[in-house]
């Protein structure tokens, strides 16, 4: 085993108070999803989400690209498999969906931290997170159409954050899109200087840390769960959703410090 093999896939950290920083770390293998890795980065999310302390999550990454996506090599060694490695790329496939929930549904936000490439699973990582700022040389690209294998579970996350046709173009040509295109279709927030990513992203999750944690938890599940449903019905649990925040302690405390022009203190 070599000193790469021997490192954590990925690493924990704590930067500013309230803000979780984790990076993927097989920078010389383009953060590839491994089983490994993203077994890895689903048990840092547990980790997270069961952490009162964290307020707010950065996703990261070392090397020269953010995630290349799935590791074909892994995938490729598979085929010997006495089923061709079926039964393998169907767990593969599943755990990296299970993942991708798992950003979702985690009750913090997240926030993807892009440099350079975001490819297919890679790109789907940033699609699924929150929010995400990039880096102006980054890239993204859905290109498993260039090798017979058509980008189908990060279709389930770019065509929930672009356009149709948007998403329909990256699917079918693979073409990279740059960070500047990225941005205006949605798939992320913000581009800066590669200088300031880190405290762009920061800043970003700092502002986010310092809203009451209770509000944020239910305000991102709120949002996910009515992105599915009909408009009737989405307004209902919405109005539903309002009265149940009205009665938490955050809102009572929120709205008294506004009246009585103050700051608020929100509880622990």
């Known amino acids: 085993m070599t000193r790469a093999d021997a490192a954590p896939h990925v690493l924990d950290a704590r930067p500013i108070p309230g803000v979780a920083l984790l990076t993927l770390n097989r920078g010389g293998r383009r953060n590839a999803l491994s089983a490994a890795m993203m077994t ?59 993942l991708m929930l798992k950003i979702v549904r985690h009750p913090r936000p997240v926030i993807a931290m892009v440099h350079g490439l975001a490819t297919a699973a890679g790109c789907q990582l940033v699609a699924s997170c929150d929010l995400a700022v990039a880096a102006e040389g980054a890239s993204f690209a859905t290109p498993g159409v260039n090798i017979g294998l058509f980008c189908s579970t990060p279709m389930v996350a770019l065509s929930r954050n672009l356009g149709r046709k948007q ?26 200087p590669a200088d300031e990513l880190m405290d762009e992203t920061l800043d970003l999750a700092a502002r986010i840390a310092a809203k009451p944690a209770a509000t944020l938890k239910l305000g991102k599940a709120a949002f996910y769960a009515q992105a599915e449903m009909g408009l009737d019905e989405a307004y209902a649990f919405a109005a539903r959703t309002m009265t149940e925040n009205m009665m938490a302690a955050e809102a009572n405390e929120g709205i008294c410090a506004f009246v009585e022009k103050r700051k608020p203190v929100w509880p622990a």
């Open 40 to 98: 890895a980065l689903a048990a840092a999310l547990d980790a997270t989400a069961g952490d009162e302390s964290v307020r707010a999550v950065i996703l990261a990454a070392d090397g020269p690209a953010f995630c290349a996506g799935h590791d074909l090599k892994e995938m490729t060694a598979r085929r010997a498999d006495a089923d061709g490695g079926e039964a393998f790329y169907d767990a593969l496939f599943r755990q990296c969906s299970a």
């Open 167 to 192: 998403a329909m173009e990256m699917l079918l040509t693979g073409e990279s899109v740059p960070a500047g295109a990225a941005l205006a279709m949605g798939l992320v927030n913000r581009v800066v």
